[in-house]
Nanobody
Framework: QVQLVETGGGLVQAGGSLRLSCAAS????????MGWFRQAPGKEREFVGTITWSGGVTYYADSVKGRFTISNDNAKNTVYLQMNSLKPEDTAVYYCAASLSTVRARRGEVDYWGQGTQVTVSS
């Protein structure tokens, strides 16, 4: 049984930072591109970024490029999302996701989802 468990969400002031973690179990990290999506109230879920299992290639949405960084630790089957210079518009539930490739991830084609963690950025 595949499980993706996100931690690290919370309340932060604008300009601050948070790091989300996603621990995967029941899944061979090597076979997947791991990614992050988010969903703000009243909006559709949107792609944030993704990383190849080797960690060598990352892709980001334009809205977070230069502020967010995805990394992974294959030994721990964990992927991270470092979020800096946070803005109120970054407020959303953030979801960890596993896709068979970064191409699929960028198209929103996800094979496994985490349960989500709330990030709230106050102005």
């Amino acid at each position: 049984q595949v499980q993706l468990v996100e931690t690290g969400g919370g309340l932060v002031q604008a300009g601050g930072s948070l790091r989300l973690s996603c621990a995967a179990s029941g899944l061979t990290f090597r076979g997947y591109a791991m990614g992050w999506f988010r969903q703000a109230p009243g909006k559709e879920r949107e792609f944030v970024g993704t990383i190849t299992w080797s960690g060598g290639v990352t892709y980001y949405a334009d809205s977070v490029k230069g502020r967010f960084t995805i990394s992974n630790d294959n030994a721990k089957n964990t992927v991270y999302l470092q979020m800096n210079s946070l803005k109120p518009e970054d407020t959303a539930v953030y979801y960890c996701a596993a896709s068979l490739s970064t191409v699929r991830a960028r198209r929103g084609e996800v094979d496994y989802w985490g349960q989500g963690t709330q990030v709230t950025v106050s102005s």
